[in-house]
């Protein structure tokens, strides 16, 4: 499955808001359409070039006029666009694209790897982008790196500093999970949750409990017996009352189901949800600590065989860590002419592609608020694996101060605006924003 391929947009947009939803999925491509030229991205001098880096590294806070005038001649405007451009990376592989993992053999296969068969160089590997994640985590916990993405080549993590998405702790996420993955992590004493398993488990209660009011009251007590057993609803009628064969005077004669065939039918329920959004696993404060190390000593965390063989995990971040390589999203601005009853009309576009992260997400779109005046559109292509990051974790502390969050996060690298938003509980669930207009100056959306 192609994972760049376009989505079917929904028909009903939100109503204009001042700000957008936080999207935490990874972006790999953004198309913003305007009336107004994008002219002012193109050609960069190299002194606004090395300005913006400049201003990523010192994570200056830019805030640009509400409508620009003459974008082309805004050297802020210019150096501000670079700024939002720049992210982080590990391991840097300059012939390899890094991004996505999931789904990348095809575009893999045929390059060069001279890890693949050497083990004595994948050691080599991993034990620096052992040292690299450690970094990443460490910065985390001071709250000087406010949320990174561990990408495998079968699932993805994404941790988050503590007061962002409405968690007054550190969370890490991981989706897809397998059964093998989540025992793997049990047996390491890592203490998680499916929290998408736990709210269609709610829901189902909610509503066999409404039904149940008008049903039969004799299928009251049968009822009961199903919402008493934790795994109950996948076995389909475990001992399915043997009164029959009581009847017929051969219940000694016909074996019921054991312990161990129960078990089996338990796990196959719970096998249901492997490599499926609802497999979302969630972990929380001090047990992200022991996934980090459960992860850096994980087996299956390379792939032992095909195109990615050898080859560490990608690591994304918004802000440097130790082993961490800068680079730049790709941004390219094109002109075409739409036709519109009987004319031609001008219509400019802006290509960004990927990995585009939440945060610079927020900040492009900023920026082209003031560039275009106040009116653009935008067509957001999501790594759909990492869609179902969006979904609220019903973690949210009553007690979580906005201010002091902010305060504490202040030196995480992040504009202020950024955090504001990022600190929301999610309110996407498993979708992901897929167009995006700005009129006025006021957002919709359509997810």
């Known amino acids: 499955k192609d994972l760049h391929l376009p989505v079917a947009v929904p028909e009903v947009p939100s109503s204009p808001r001042r700000e957008f939803p936080a999207d935490w ?88 790897s001279p890890w693949s068969q050497d083990e004595a160089l994948q050691q080599v590997l991993m034990s620096d982008w052992s040292v690299s994640f450690t970094s990443l985590y460490n910065l985390l916990k001071a709250k000087l790196c406010p949320y990174f993405y561990v990408c495998t080549y079968q699932f993805t993590v994404l941790f988050r500093a503590a007061g962002l998405a409405g968690s007054d702790v550190i969370t890490a996420v991981i989706s897809p999970t397998t059964r093998g993955l989540r025992e793997a992590m049990r047996s390491e004493g890592i203490e998680f949750s499916l929290p998408l398993v736990e709210q269609s488990r709610t829901r189902k209660q909610k509503n066999s409990e409404v039904n149940s009011e008008a049903e039969d009251p004799n299928s009251l007590e049968v009822h009961n017996s199903v919402e008493g057993g934790e795994e ?20 000694d004669k016909v074996k019921k189901p054991d312990a161990i065939s129960i078990k089996l039918r338990k796990e196959k329920h719970e096998v249901q ?27 299956s965390l390379v792939a032992v065989a095909g195109p990615q063989a050898g080859l560490p995990p990608t690591l994304l971040s918004p802000v440097a860590f130790r082993g961490g390589t800068m680079q730049t999203l790709k941004a ?34 900023s920026l082209l608020g003031s560039a275009q005046r106040g009116a653009f559109s935008a067509v957001l292509y999501t790594h759909e694996p990492t869609a179902v990051f969006n979904t609220n974790l019903d973690n949210a502390s009553p007690a979580l101060n906005k201010e002091s969050i902010c305060q504490d996060l202040l030196m995480c690298g992040l504009h202020p605006k950024t955090l504001d938003q990022l600190s929301q509980c999610p309110t996407l669930g498993k979708s992901s924003i897929r167009f ?12």
């Not at 960069?44 to 994570?59: N, S, T, W």
């Not at 109950?232 to 475990?238: M, N, R």
């Not at 497999?279 to 929380?284: E, F, I, P, T």
Request: hydrophobic content about 40%; aromatic content about 10%.
């Open 332 to 365: 390219r601005s094109i002109n075409a002419k739409a036709r519109v009853q009987l004319t031609y009309e001008d219509i400019f576009s802006l290509e960004i592609v990927g990995p585009v992260l939440p945060h610079a997400l927020h900040s492009l779109t």
């Open 25 to 112: 999925s990874i972006k790999t491509r953004l198309l913003f359409m305007s009336s107004q030229p994008f002219t002012w991205a193109e050609h960069l001098k190299a002194q606004e070039e090395a300005r913006g880096f400049a201003q990523h590294c010192r994570a200056t806070e830019t805030n640009l006029p509400q409508s620009i005038q003459e974008p082309k001649l805004s050297t802020e405007l210019r150096c501000a666009f670079q700024q939002s451009l720049v992210y982080w990376l590990h391991p840097s592989v300059p012939w390899l694209q890094l991004f996505p993992r999931i789904g990348a053999d095809r575009k893999i296969v045929g390059k060069a």
């Open 232 to 251: 109950a609803a996948p076995s389909d009628d475990d001992e399915e009352s043997f009164s029959w064969l009581e009847e017929m005077g051969v219940q």
């Open 273 to 299: 949800v492997d490599h499926k959004p609802e497999s979302l696993a969630l972990v929380k404060g001090t047990n992200t600590f022991t996934l980090l190390n459960f992860l850096i000593n994980c087996k």
């Open 436 to 447: 995006l207009e700005m009129k006025d100056y006021a957002y919709t959306w359509k997810s």
